[in-house]
């Protein structure tokens, strides 16, 4: 069961949202990488989010690069899940290759700033604040595989290879 | 029940019969990464203890940020060396080119498997490989396993019919699909590419669309490989890497697309979403301070003959930076030698290195405040150039070149 509050963007949050090209350098420094973190959508989001909180997007987040940074610096913030109404492809895997749970579901029904509440095996989400119920989709066995172990490298470093 | 492009490739690269959907583990016949997702793809698979698979299928590429800008990106460079050096595997360097280009003029096949840690991989789609971005992970895993799990996308079947106008290219048709379908139109899916039209394009046109499917959110973008494919890899002295590949007449598609080139215009994207298309004579008017023409969409040769073709003897509006960047050093080469490189530097044109140039807002041609550029590239998101508070068109190599003269947004029928 996850607890946390919203943070809400809108659609098309791509991956140049959530760390600019133009923070490249910082790659190999991730703590300094981290500190600007969706600056480019919500420049305070940063110093607002606490562990266990949600980033919740609207329609085809992540959208872009292939950069594992993006998810990787919503996960240092602390954040403990993605939800969205839709989510690009390359973001989605990338992100449960972190250990990162991003939950496909009708997010118009969640407000910024609402407490949430999440059952990932029942795949339910509670937004405790206004009421509202939510399922979301099921995710595809291999990746809830690869998400129980946190990740794909703890995952090939366990079973040396796919086990599906 | 026939197979798709997509299918068939999974289906021979898996020992299994695919379908739209399946899950597959599918051998890689070539992993690669660039200089800004390379450094983290290096420390998965070192913590992972795996070791490579096949090193000299293995590729790191510098053209991200080459030559680098910076202490901090040159010593990632220093690191991927490094590795290259105790791995064996292949590395490109600084003023090589762009990976995208660099692996369909000299690695990509017809039929192949191809991951890369970045999204724009699907450019060898135009050659007929199923060619995918992933993140870090999945590369680092391809890079140790030689291989990696795929879903089988369903496939929207793309019929184009009929002749390119004139001023008219590729690049059009590809901002005019992504406009009617949307910038998630496509995701999780395959656009595979049909028609008169397809049969009769160039590679460089082939690449250009490839290379842009994934702005509709799609996996892949594939065109069956033929005569055409055939003269381009023997051109590339790889006459023996051609077989030809294309989807069973029977195959079965999620949709199919009709697009009309005859009715095509020149098309522009405009700031921040691609799929937020325009026709270029209807931006008239829409100052530009910068103008890119190059990156892995759109600065092969062809680009830059189309371009040195308007620009030639025509010197661009005296508060205009026009930048120019060819996607690799044997395209640099060509351009040279047929004399592209000279009228275009006449011309007023920066010439930069082979390589990514200012397309990801690192170096060589940052935006200011308040700025607009029209670029040639994939991308024109808030921020993609450098600045969140600078506008990006994305535009073909004959509008791109038609607005350097004048200073706006430019249809190039006016001037051709």
Same mark, same amino acid.
């Given at each position: ?88 492809? @390359? ?6 290759? $972190?250990?990162?749970?991003? =939950? #496909?579901?009708?997010?118009? &029904?969640?407000? !910024? ?25 099921? @995710? ?6 690869? $998400?129980?172990?946190?990740? =794909? #490298?703890?995952?090939?470093? &366990?079973?040396? !290879?796919?086990?599906? | ?416």
């Amino acid at each position: 069961m996850l607890r946390g509050i919203a943070h809400k963007f809108g659609d098309n949050i791509s991956t140049d949202h959530i760390i600019p090209g133009r923070y490249a350098h910082l790659r190999s420094n991730l703590p300094e990488l981290a500190k600007h973190v969706l600056e480019d959508a919500d420049k305070n989001f940063v110093s607002r989010v606490k562990e266990g909180d949600f980033v919740v997007g609207g329609s085809n987040f992540g959208l872009g690069s292939s950069r594992e940074h993006a998810p990787l610096v919503i996960k240092m913030a602390g954040v403990s899940a993605i939800l969205a109404k839709s989510v690009a492809r @390359i973001f989605f895997r990338n992100a449960i290759n $972190l250990g990162l749970p991003v =939950l #496909i579901c009708d997010t118009d &029904k969640i407000d !910024d700033g609402d407490e949430l509440q999440i059952d990932l095996a029942a795949g339910t989400v509670a937004d405790i604040t206004s009421g509202a119920e939510m399922t979301f989709g099921k @995710i595809p066995d291999v990746m809830l595989a690869i $998400l129980d172990e946190g990740g =794909l #490298i703890p995952y090939i470093q &366990k079973h040396g !290879d796919f086990k599906l | 029940m026939g197979k798709t492009l997509a299918e068939k490739i999974l289906s021979e690269k898996s020992d299994t019969d695919a379908k739209a959907g399946d899950i597959v583990i599918a051998r890689v016949d070539l992993a690669f990464v660039q200089d800004t997702t390379g450094p983290l793809t290096v420390r998965h698979f070192q913590a992972s203890g795996m070791s490579l698979a096949n090193p000299e299928r293995t590729l790191l590429f510098i053209d991200h940020a080459a030559p680098s800008p910076n202490a901090s990106l040159s010593n990632d460079h220093i690191f991927l060396r490094e590795f290259s050096r105790q791995s064996n595997c292949i590395i490109s360097e600084a003023g090589d080119g762009i990976c995208h280009q660099i692996v369909a003029e000299a690695y990509a096949s017809p039929g192949d498997i191809i991951v890369g840690a970045d999204s724009h991989t699907v450019t060898s789609g135009g050659l007929g490989a199923f060619a995918t971005g992933m993140g870090s992970s999945d590369v680092a895993v391809a890079f140790g396993l030689g291989k990696n799990w795929f879903r089988v996308p369903e496939t929207f079947k793309i019929e184009v019919k009929g002749d390119f106008p004139k001023g008219v290219s590729a690049k059009d048709l590809v901002l005019h699909l992504i406009g009617k379908i949307g910038a998630d139109g496509a995701t999780y899916k395959s656009l595979e590419f049909h028609g008169e039209s397809v049969g009769k394009m160039s590679m460089a046109g082939r690449f250009t669309i490839a290379n842009m499917v994934v702005e509709a959110g799609a996996k892949v973008g594939l065109f069956p490989a033929d005569k055409t494919t055939r003269e381009y890899l023997e051109g590339e002295g790889r006459g023996n890497d051609y077989r030809p590949i294309k989807a069973d007449a029977d195959a079965v598609y999620e949709d199919t697309i009709e697009i009309d080139a005859t009715r095509l215009e020149p098309t522009v994207s405009r700031p921040h979403t691609v799929d937020n298309t325009a026709l270029a004579k209807d931006l008239k008017g829409t100052k530009i301070q910068q103008v890119v023409i190059g990156t892995c969409t759109n600065g092969r040769l062809e680009d830059l003959a189309v371009a040195a073709g308007i620009l030639k003897k025509r010197r661009p509006v005296r508060d205009l930076r026009l930048i120019v960047a060819p996607a690799s050093r044997s395209v640099l080469l060509d351009a040279i030698a047929m004399g592209y490189i000279a009228e275009l530097v006449e011309a007023g044109a920066i010439i930069l290195p082979p390589g990514c140039g200012p397309c990801l807002g690192l170096h060589q041609g940052a935006l200011g405040d308040g700025e607009a550029c029209l670029s040639t590239a994939n991308r024109n998101f808030e921020g993609r150039m450098g600045n969140p508070k600078s506008f990006i068109y994305l535009a073909s190599p004959a509008t791109a070149a038609a607005s350097a003269l004048t200073g706006e947004i430019t249809d190039p029928r006016e001037v051709l």
